[in-house]
């Protein structure tokens, strides 16, 4: 039995954490699109809101036809493909991280206060988070933006006061673990202030769960103004949003097909590594489940 006991455990451990490529392969592409959107400005080779008709829907560079000056090629109004999909990973980036802040705020203050309380205020939690759930994140946003008009700022804000509900649930379960714990009642005994206790005990003993899930809603994040772009309800044109680009390229997908091939393929790649990063952080933070 020890013998297999110690197979088990040399075998998993090269799977975990940093040793993982996945999570390597992760933080590459990640760490590209932030190099990308930070630096956008300077990397863009040309003006992505710049049109030229006579350059319109120019092949890329593995295509016959191509211009070196847009190894993307151009689009259906002639603005250079690489310069708007590097903007397009600025928009993806900042709005993934603005309904990220703005969703965990929400839902780790919701969590924490029900999960350390208890009783009635923990009940008016689950109730909080049980309405949440039972509303269309999309119909919703659909029907918000529809209303009152598409922006980035009412598309982060309506975004992050609707996917709070996960940070809500890991934040409010963990935290009942960790007030039960010996540090905690140390703390009680010392005379610390609620306020101090959850700021400087539990919360730095839960953040590993709560960065996992902020991987995930970022990723989720992207995807959703992704969909809504797509829709129209998105971010508003000319801004180079990849599923807005998606949407403009839907009338030329038959006969020019990359122009909706490239900007899906780096919204495939950017939401696969940022999950991918995120089962490495669950590994390498320890918040994955064990046997």
Known sequence: MTDI??????TAGPRRGWRSLGTWLGAAVVGITLFAAIFGPWLAPHDPFTQDLTRRLLPPFWMDGTDPA????????GRDYLSRLIYGARISMLIGIAVTITSGVIGIVLGVIGGFAGGKVDD???FAITCRLSIPVVLVALAVVGLL??????????LGLLLWDRFAVVARSTTMQV???DFVAAAWCAGCSRGYILAREVLP???SHLAVVATLEIALAILLEAALSFLGLGVPPPLPSWGLMIAEAKEY???SPWVIMIPGVALFVLVFGINLLG???????GTGERS
Do not use: E, K, Y
């Not at 006991?5 to 040399?10: E, F, H, M, N």
């Not at 847009?70 to 109004?77: A, R």
């Open 70 to 77: 847009h190894p993307f090629g151009t689009d259906q109004l």
């Open 5 to 10: 006991a110690v197979v088990s455990v040399t």
């Open 279 to 285: 089962d490495g952080l669950r590994d390498l933070l």
């Open 253 to 255: 997908m038959f006969f």
């Open 149 to 158: 008009g598409s922006s980035l700022t009412l598309l982060v804000l309506t």
């Open 124 to 126: 008016a939690v689950l």
């Open 205 to 207: 003993n839960i953040a």
């Open 179 to 181: 007030r039960n714990l």
